[in-house]
């Protein structure tokens, strides 16, 4: 499938795009990468993004796909939280003509947010919750966005700022204000992802997200067994905040950067 959505952009003319479940990319990931590698503008429609696909068990649930895809170069990695953020996604995969995209989606329902954007989610990453001064920040991406907006409610008395990361690539290609406008120095930043947490230390001071294979049982089950609960994940919040109380967080964007794309070593 993916091999023949490769010839397809070869040839030109069409935008091709082909879909399964996000999990089942490890089978054609031998062409995914091939269309990173040709330049390629293919887009992959993933669905059933993560544990939440329930009793068809671990076999079905991606729970580090993501994170593989993320680590491909010249891939974009999408996962909207609404129907704004979808069609943006949508968006930017089409403008980018020499790079493939892969739309990770949920299976289960998700709200619309108030804050959400066709513009904003081609941002890569915007708030969704603002704080003037936040003491905590909170970023998420897809079915966690709304989860994490829940677990900031519950956080009475503290300013948490929520921010909704669609696509880590396209944050990447933002000036250095922009993402300290979102991450302010010092404040500590809370990911949450059903789904592993590896890279998620490149935005995040403490990650919540899958260390493990997921299991076969109802989503109901699920959430409150993995911790994607909007009281679990405030807990988790409040430790954080006792955490850093008498000191600040590191800045996760004072740091030297090298672009090698060019440089040959």
């Given at each position: 499938?993916?091999?023949?959505?490769?010839?397809?952009?070869?040839?030109?003319?069409?935008?091709?795009?082909?879909?399964?479940?996000?999990?089942?990319?490890?089978?054609?990931?031998?062409?995914?990468?091939?269309?990173?590698?040709?330049?390629?503008?293919?887009?992959?429609?993933?669905?059933?993004?993560?544990?939440?696909?329930?009793?068809?068990?671990?076999?079905?649930?991606?729970?580090?796909?993501?994170?593989?895809?993320?680590?491909?170069?010249?891939?974009?990695?999408?996962?909207?939280?609404?129907?704004?953020?979808?069609?943006?996604?949508?968006?930017?995969?089409?403008?980018?003509?020499?790079?493939?995209?892969?739309?990770?989606?949920?299976?289960?329902?998700?709200?619309?947010?108030?804050?959400?954007?066709?513009?904003?989610?081609q941002l890569g990453?915007?708030?969704?919750?603002?704080?003037?001064?936040?003491?905590?920040?909170?970023?998420?991406?897809?079915?966690?966005?709304?989860?994490?907006?829940?677990?900031?409610?519950?956080?009475?008395?503290?300013s948490v700022a929520?921010?909704?990361?669609?696509?880590?690539?396209?944050?990447?290609?933002?000036?250095?204000?922009?993402?300290?406008?979102?991450?302010?120095?010092?404040?500590?930043?809370?990911?949450?992802?059903?789904?592993?947490?590896?890279?998620?230390?490149?935005?995040?001071?403490?990650?919540?997200?899958?260390?493990?294979?997921?299991?076969?049982?109802?989503?109901?089950?699920?959430?409150?067994?993995?911790?994607?609960?909007?009281?679990?994940?405030?807990?988790?919040?409040?430790?954080?905040?006792?955490?850093?109380?008498?000191?600040?967080?590191?800045?996760?964007?004072?740091?030297?950067?090298?672009?090698?794309?060019?440089?040959?070593?």
């Amino acid at each position: 499938m993916a091999a023949v959505c490769n010839g397809m952009a070869a040839y030109g003319a069409l935008l091709p795009f082909c879909a399964t479940f996000l999990n089942f990319t490890g089978y054609a990931l031998g062409a995914v990468r091939l269309s990173a590698l040709s330049e390629f503008r293919v887009m992959y429609v993933m669905t059933h993004d993560s544990i939440g696909l329930g009793e068809d068990g671990p076999t079905h649930q991606p729970v580090e796909m993501m994170e593989s895809l993320r680590s491909m170069p010249n891939m974009m990695v999408m996962r909207p939280a609404d129907i704004n953020e979808t069609s943006g996604c949508y968006a930017a995969a089409i403008k980018h003509k020499n790079t493939p995209s892969t739309l990770c989606l949920s299976r289960q329902g998700m709200p619309n947010l108030a804050l959400s954007s066709i513009a904003n989610a081609q941002l890569g990453a915007y708030t969704v919750v603002p704080a003037e001064t936040p003491a905590l920040v909170l970023v998420a991406s897809g079915s966690e966005v709304g989860l994490a907006m829940s677990a900031a409610a519950l956080l009475e008395g503290v300013s948490v700022a929520v921010v909704s990361m669609p696509c880590q690539e396209l944050f990447d290609n933002q000036t250095t204000e922009y993402k300290k406008s979102l991450f302010p120095d010092g404040v500590p930043v809370m990911s949450v992802e059903c789904s592993a947490t590896r890279g998620w230390e490149k935005y995040s001071h403490v990650q919540v997200g899958m260390t493990t294979f997921g299991k076969s049982a109802p989503i109901k089950q699920l959430l409150p067994y993995f911790g994607f609960t909007e009281e679990a994940v405030a807990d988790k919040a409040r430790q954080v905040l006792e955490f850093y109380k008498e000191k600040a967080a590191h800045s996760l964007y004072d740091r030297l950067e090298f672009n090698f794309t060019h440089s040959g070593h």
